[in-house]
């Protein structure tokens, strides 16, 4: 059974940090690239950010650079991903995502899919 379980989200406050985790099982976790999602109430699924299989490769959305890292633990089939200086745009539901391979084109369908954590950022 394939399995990507997140767990990390919460309620923070703007300006503040939170560490999401996503747990890998059922798959050769190191031969996927690994994804991180969101959605809002109201809006289209956003892809956040991207990390390769083995390349090192990393891509993240505009809304998100130089704030948000996205890193991963082969030894543990674990993805990450750091959130600092949260902005309330950021609330949504945070979703994993592996794809075989390399980081995918915008909207490419992933092979599979997390349950989500909610993110929410307010005072």
């Known amino acids: 059974q394939v399995q990507l379980v997140e767990s990390g989200g919460g309620l923070v406050q703007p300006g503040g940090s939170l560490r999401l985790s996503c747990a890998a099982s059922g798959f050769s976790f190191d031969r996927f690239a690994m994804g991180w999602f969101r959605q809002a109430p109201g809006k289209e699924r956003e892809g956040v950010s991207c990390i390769g299989s083995s390349d090192g490769s990393t891509y993240y959305a505009d809304s998100v650079k130089g704030r948000f890292t996205i890193s991963r633990d082969n030894a543990k089939n674990t993805v990450y991903l750091q959130m600092n200086s949260l902005k309330p745009e950021d609330t949504a539901v945070y979703y994993c995502?592996?794809?075989?391979?390399?980081?995918?084109?915008?909207?490419?369908?992933?092979?599979?899919w997390g349950q989500g954590t909610q993110v929410t950022v307010s005072s």
């Open positions: 995502a592996a794809v075989s391979g390399s980081c995918p084109p915008p909207n490419y369908d992933y092979d599979y």
